[in-house]
Structures are given as C-alpha cells and as structure tokens.
C-alpha cells in the first residue's frame, strides 16, 4: 500500500462537510490518510464527532462580506487561515489538497499553490460559487455536475463526477425508520429540512398547518434547525378520531432513517440534500432558498425535476404548498415513477471515481489504486 495522505478542506455548510466526510471514508477504507479542515461553526462540530475514527481540525475564517467592517474581519481571518495552514501543509506535505468550497477552503488552496502541492476542487452545486471561481485559476482538476462549465478552464482539467454521498447513508426500510425515530409506523409521513441550518419558513408553515394535516391523516417530521427551533411534538387528530403528530427535532445525524420514513420530503435544494434525497429514493418537493449566492439552490432545482427526480415548487407561493402536498400523495402513480427515476439517477459511485482520480493526479500507477470495495486498476 503507498504512503499517501490527502487534505481535505470541506467546512462551513452542510453541504461542503458532507462530501468531505465521504470521500474521507472512502480513502480510509483503503488505507489511505486524510486530514479534514472543517469551519468553529456548531453545525460542523454537531456532525464531524459522530465519525470517531476521521481525523479533523477546526480552522477559523468567515465568509466575505463587502460590508467595510465585515470585510476587516474576512482578511484578520483570512490572514489566520492562512498562516495556519501554511504552517500544518510545510510540516505535513500532503499529496494533495481537495476542497469543496466556502470559506475554510480559499487559505489552504493559496498556501498549497505556494507550496507547490496539487490542488483539487469540488463544485456541488449547478451555479459555481465564488470561492471555487477564485480557486479555479489554481487548480490541477476541478469536479463539477454533469453539464456545468467554468469559463476560463482548460476542459481537461475538468471531469464531472457528481457529489460523494456518506457510507451510512442509504435506503432503509420504511417501518424501521419510523421505529427507529420513535414515529407512528402506520399513516402518511411528510418531512421538512431546511438544510443543515434550518428554514423558519417551514417551520411556521407547519405549525400553521397542523390541523389540517391532521385531519387528513398527515403525520410530520420537521428538522427546524439549531437556531430556528427546538425539539417538541404538536398532537393531532383525523376526522375518525385516530391520532396523528407533528415532531420538531432542531437536529438529527439520524438522516437515512429521516428520509426513508417519509411518504414525501419537502426539503431546500442544495446539492447535498438532492444527493442524499436521491440515494434514498424518496419522493420530493424542492423549495430553493430565494436568497442563496447566485441563486444556486433554483438551478439545482430545475435541473432535479427535469431529470424527473421530484418537483419544484417556489417560496414565494408557500400558501398554496398543502394542495400540492395532498394531491402527490394521493398519486400513486407518479410517486413510483419518481423513485424510479431516483434509481436511474444514482448510477455511479463518486467517492471511488474521486478516489482514483486523486491518486492518478499524485503519480500513482493504476495497478496501485484499491478503493472502497472493489479494485479498479
């Protein structure tokens, strides 16, 4: 087994952790080293310490901002990100630095491109962010979503291997996921998250909508964020009298089982929850965040729903959300064909195509390369 050890810089969001995290798993699983930066955000140290064997360190940096004392606090921080990493890349020298974005990422990649280390980039999502835009000019390979471009960037430094996806997180059987999150195991389950920071907005629709979602028999699960809500049950009744509820966790590393238990999740569209949507082949209402930088959640969106996956449904028309969610239930016909689409979609294992492309990039020959469970040389 060769001596190989990857940076992998991935905090700050949900959605830059998650595919951190895999593609750590799967380098591990090999027998490879990895190191991950991840951000002091609490949404990072919440899901990085269920994975005791991941070896990671929290970094400062916060986001850009043109906001004049905003932006003096982008380059203090900057400054530390970067002298920290300067530090830890001289002692380690790593093979290579991936990162998959935001903020932690931009101060390992400088000191990496000074330091003469490969630099890989990972875009998720169907409108390049600026960090990775900025980062690109530094880059040996850039991965990005089936279709998208980058101006500027010779095409062979690009591949399109989507967004790696955690081991755990798969299909489950729908009566052990409810059982296993103390829900009803019978009646219709809907499912909101609104992203690993929560969505107010969901979360009042759903409590203004308790009642009629009882009535109709609609049980809820709702993850309302760490700084939108807490943890608490809304009882129901239907029109016969039977019981039905509507629960609030603020938090859950239990999202195969979240997802599997759900007749219908109605979720944000960033590219994490679309992957991890998609892996446990559960029906799907997309609401994109109308705010989100270059409006990137809608163009994941409407690329989701014209492959067929689920369907996009905008914020700006939330009152008219508990009609579309009772008639797909109802529809049998397009929840199945849904699901279908769901499995077509889930083709490839991006964790081993990464995995084999990073160690290519390092100068490893194809016959040295094991990934996951199975040899690809």
């Not at 905003?70 to 400054?79: A, E, G, H, V």
């Not at 850039?142 to 690009?158: A, H, K, M, T």
């Not at 059982?179 to 009042?204: D, H, R, Y």
């Not at 759903?206 to 009535?215: C, G, I, M």
């Amino acid at each position: 087994m060769p001596d190989f050890n990857i940076a992998i810089a991935c905090g700050g969001t949900g959605g830059h952790l998650s595919p951190g995290i895999a593609l750590a798993q799967n380098l591990e699983s090999s027998g490879y080293n990895t190191q991950l930066f991840i951000s002091q955000k609490q949404v990072d140290s919440r899901l990085i310490k269920k994975y005791k064997n991941l070896k990671y360190i929290a970094i400062p940096g916060v986001g850009l901002s043109l906001n004049p004392f905003r932006f003096i606090i982008f380059i203090t921080s900057l400054l530390s990100n970067i002298f920290f990493a300067f530090n830890w890349l001289r002692k380690s020298r790593p093979n290579a630095v991936i990162a998959f974005g935001g903020f932690i990422s931009v101060g390992l990649v400088l000191t990496a491109y000074i330091l003469r280390i490969p630099i890989v980039l990972h875009e998720a999502n169907r409108k390049t962010g600026r960090s990775i835009r900025l980062m690109s000019r530094f880059a040996t390979r850039i991965y990005l979503p089936d279709g998208v471009q980058l101006r500027g960037i010779d095409p062979s430094r690009i591949k399109y291997f989507g967004y790696p996806v955690r081991k755990e997180i798969s299909r489950i059987g729908k009566e052990e996921s409810r059982k296993a999150l103390g829900l009803n195991p019978s009646g219709k389950l809907i499912v909101f998250i609104g992203g690993s920071q929560g969505a107010t907005i969901f979360n009042k629709w759903v409590v203004d909508n308790v009642e009629n979602l009882s009535l109709d028999g609609i049980n809820v699960f709702c993850i309302s964020g760490p700084l939108h809500g807490t943890d608490g049950t809304i009882q129901g009744t239907t029109i016969n009298g039977n019981s039905v509820s509507a629960v609030f966790k603020s938090f859950s590393d239990q999202i195969p089982e979240v997802l599997s238990s759900a007749d219908l999740v109605i979720s944000r569209a960033g590219a994490g929850s679309i992957a991890e949507i998609i892996r446990c082949r559960v029906p799907s209402i997309l609401i994109p965040y109308p705010f989100a930088s270059e409006n990137h959640q809608l163009a994941n969106a409407l690329y989701f729903e014209r492959q067929g996956g689920g369907v996009l449904f905008h914020q700006e028309k939330m009152d008219q959300l508990l009609p579309e969610i009772k008639e797909l239930l109802t529809n049998k016909w397009l929840l199945s064909r849904f699901q279908n689409n769901l499995k077509k979609m889930d083709s490839i294992n991006c964790s081993e195509l990464i995995t084999r492309d990073l160690l290519q990039i390092c100068g490893f020959e194809p016959e040295t390369i094991v990934t996951g469970e199975s040899e690809l040389a």
